[in-house]
């Protein structure tokens, strides 16, 4: 269901994005609304899902998990009685940054973050190939990610 944003909706939503603390009196103030309407407009659109969580973004390297990577995985048999379990313990590992169940060849992309290139290789071989589950894996390792910084509605 698309959510009908205004020109206020869509301001409000591109300052949150740069500064997700930024004051509800700093918020009114940059997109031109009394304070009390700025909450009531932030209100709505998390009541509406439009704005979905305020979270911190962790550099991983901070963490001492400098190399990131994707893991294309393949499942058989794809069933939510094999995929469920499997998406909990992906879930579930201090290495994973998101799952993404995909279509077309491969079922699975996980984003991993890891100390060092021998923790990669342990995860893939005692974490990943044993499971009986999993028929293939192809990993490709991140050289740079880049964020689009503003998510705003496609006209």
Same mark, same amino acid.
């Given at each position: 269901?698309?959510?009908?944003?205004?020109?206020?909706?869509?301001?409000?939503?591109?300052?949150?994005?740069?500064?997700? &603390?930024?004051?509800?009196?700093?918020? %009114?103030?940059?997109? +031109?609304?009394?304070?009390?309407? *700025? @909450?009531?407009? !932030?209100r709505?659109?998390?009541?509406?899902?439009?704005?979905s969580?305020?979270?911190?973004?962790?550099?991983?390297?901070?963490?001492?998990?400098?190399?990131?990577?994707?893991?294309?995985?393949?499942?058989?048999?794809?069933?939510? &009685?094999?995929?469920?379990?499997l998406? %909990?313990?992906?879930? +579930?590992?201090?290495?994973?940054? *998101? @799952?993404?169940? !995909?279509?077309?060849?491969?079922?699975?992309?996980?984003?991993?973050?890891?100390?060092?290139?021998?923790?990669?290789?342990?995860?893939?071989?005692?974490?990943?190939?044993?499971?009986?589950?999993?028929?293939?894996?192809?990993?490709?390792?991140?050289?740079?990610?880049e964020?689009?910084?503003?998510?705003?509605?496609?006209?």
């Amino acid at each position: 269901m698309k959510s009908e944003l205004d020109s206020v909706d869509r301001a409000i939503l591109t300052e949150l994005q740069n500064d997700a &603390r930024l004051p509800n009196k700093d918020l %009114a103030a940059r997109v +031109g609304v009394a304070p009390s309407t *700025a @909450l009531e407009r !932030v209100r709505s659109l998390r009541a509406r899902g439009v704005i979905s969580a305020f979270r911190a973004e962790v550099d991983t390297a901070a963490l001492g998990r400098p190399l990131q990577a994707l893991l294309a995985l393949r499942v058989r048999p794809h069933t939510s &009685r094999i995929v469920d379990p499997l998406r %909990a313990f992906v879930l +579930g590992m201090p290495e994973t940054i *998101a @799952l993404f169940h !995909v279509a077309g060849p491969d079922d699975f992309l996980v984003h991993v973050a890891v100390p060092d290139a021998d923790h990669l290789h342990r995860l893939l071989l005692e974490k990943f190939l044993v499971r009986p589950e999993i028929v293939h894996v192809q990993t490709s390792l991140i050289f740079r990610t880049e964020h689009q910084p503003i998510q705003r509605p496609v006209d």
